[in-house]
Each structure stands twice: as structure tokens, then as C-alpha cells.
């Protein structure tokens, strides 16, 4: 068995839990109302915007070793740059305050995801990243797509409102065949453990992040 499928046997029961939230059936079914919506691109753009800064740092503190690792990195940069704004721009879209966004302050759950994010990569492994990788991207295939077509169709909201979610649901789906091509390169144990045990903490972070959105008040 190769790691990417050790990855994945190795989260399945914390990928299921994650997918248990109710949002997420909520969502496509088209049973979110536009509070909840522009609440959910809130706490995204909270964490988007931490996407390419946390790269950078993982790229500048892998070692000599991966190298070919830094070189994906370098090349993940380029994909996610500027994607925090298609979120302001979807927040606009669909009637909120983007302004606003920016200069908020996250919910306490993004807090804590992002600075787990952080903490693995400037004093854990900052291999350990594509865990978070594995966790962001892998919902994105899983729920992006259906969930802006069913929201979208709900709220008859225009397509301007959906950047973030389509694209990611597009775009995702290719960064899995090269991520899974990543981590069937990851060879060292160390790295492979800090990437499994990240993965396994984001799916509970990142599960609260869509929990909090639950519990968002509305408007």
C-alpha cells in the first residue's frame, strides 16, 4: 500500500465524522438560507487569506531533502494566489459587506484552525501542511460543485455569488491526482507521520469551522 492510501485509511473514521456535519446535508439540499451562506464565505475568507502566506513558509523551511517537495509548493503558490478576494468578491455578490470581512475578526474556530496551520509548520514538520492539504482540497471535490448549484438554485442568487465554491469544486479535482502523486513520493516516515497526524487534528478544526457557521446568528 502506498502512502496516499495509507493517508486515507488512516483518516477514514475522521472523514467520516467531518462528513456528518449537518451543513454539509444541509447544503446539497439547498436547505441554507443566505445568513448561513454569507457566514460560511466569512469564516472562508478567514482562512483563505492564510493559504499562500502559510505556503511561503512551508517552501522556505522544507529541507534540502524535498526539494521536489518545495517545487510543488512553489507551484501551489502560483494556483492559490489572490483567491481570498473571489471570496470578498462572492460576499459583494450576494449582498453583504466585504469591506466589513476584511477588516473582522474570524470566529474563534477558523482562529484555532489557522493557528494550528501555523504551528505546524514554524514548530512541528512543515511537511506535515499537506495534511491540511488533504483535508481542504478533498472537501472541496467532495461538495463544492453541488453545493453552489443547490444553494445557488435556493436562494436564486447569480453565478457572481459562486466563484469561490465552483472554482474550488473544478479545481480541486485536479489538485487531488497531483497531490495523491505528491504523497507517493513522501517516503520518510517522519514526514509521512506529520502529514497523517495534521490531517487527522484539520478534520476536527475544520469541522468546527463549518459548526460555528451553524451557529452563526441570522439576519
Known amino acids: ?53 502559510l505556503l511561503m513558509a512551508v517552501g522556505a523551511r522544507l529541507p ?14 502560483r494556483e492559490e494566489y489572490g483567491h481570498q478576494e473571489w471570496v470578498l468578491d462572492d460576499i459583494r455578490a450576494c449582498g453583504g459587506d466585504p469591506e466589513a470581512v476584511r477588516h473582522g475578526a474570524p470566529a474563534l474556530a477558523t482562529d484555532r484552525m489557522v493557528a494550528y496551520a501555523w504551528d505546524t509548520v514554524m514548530r512541528r514538520n512543515p511537511a506535515g501542511f499537506f495534511g491540511m492539504v488533504l483535508v481542504l482540497e478533498g472537501t472541496s471535490v467532495n461538495l463544492a460543485t453541488r453545493a453552489a448549484r443547490a444553494i445557488q438554485s435556493a436562494l436564486q442568487l447569480p453565478d457572481a455569488a459562486f ?57
Request: glycine residues 6%.
Open 163 to 219: 466563484s469561490y465554491l465552483t472554482s474550488h469544486g473544478e479545481l480541486d479535482q485536479s489538485h487531488i491526482g497531483y497531490f495523491e502523486h505528491l504523497m507517493e513520493r513522501l517516503d520518510d516516515p517522519g514526514d509521512q507521520s506529520a502529514v497523517l497526524w495534521c490531517a487527522r487534528q484539520m478534520y476536527g478544526l475544520y469541522g468546527d469551522v463549518f459548526r460555528s457557521v451553524l451557529q452563526a446568528p441570522q439576519a
Open 1 to 53: 500500500m502506498g502512502f496516499y492510501a495509507e493517508l486515507l485509511a488512516g483518516t477514514e473514521a475522521e472523514r467520516a465524522e467531518f462528513l456528518a456535519i449537518p451543513l454539509f446535508s444541509a447544503a446539497v439540499a439547498g436547505q441554507v438560507s443566505l445568513a448561513t451562506y454569507q457566514a460560511f464565505l466569512t469564516q472562508a475568507y478567514h482562512h483563505v487569506k492564510h493559504t499562500v502566506p
Open 64 to 77: 534540502e531533502r524535498l526539494e521536489w517537495l518545495r517545487e510543488a509548493v512553489a507551484e501551489y503558490v
